[in-house]
């Protein structure tokens, strides 16, 4: 998974030298010091499910949104639903 994101990551750069990164999901297993040495920053900081971190955000654009919210979970989840609101809109 992490070779495939990057090379996802890598080709986007490449043909869009100045790209705003938004990656996001429910990572429960993966590894992410690739996507930090990318370099990206993992912004939600508030545990998603139990204790736990799951639902990550990665961008290089941090300074574009206030620090993500969570809020309750929807339907029958088991997470919290994340917010990531931009600093202007």
């Known amino acids: 998974m992490i070779d495939h994101l990057l090379t996802c ?3 986007a750069t490449k043909k869009y030298s100045n790209i705003g990164i938004l990656l996001l999901g429910d990572f429960n297993q993966l590894r992410d010091n690739a996507l ?25 654009s941090a300074q574009w949104f206030l620090p993500p919210v969570t809020l309750p979970a929807m339907g029958k989840s088991d997470h919290f639903a994340v917010l990531l609101i931009p600093t202007a809109y």
């Not at 930090?36 to 290089?60: C, E, H, M």
């Open 36 to 60: 930090i040495s990318f370099p990206l920053k993992q912004v939600v900081k508030a545990s998603t499910r139990g204790l736990a971190v799951l639902d990550k955000i990665y961008t290089n």
């Open 9 to 11: 990551l890598d080709a």
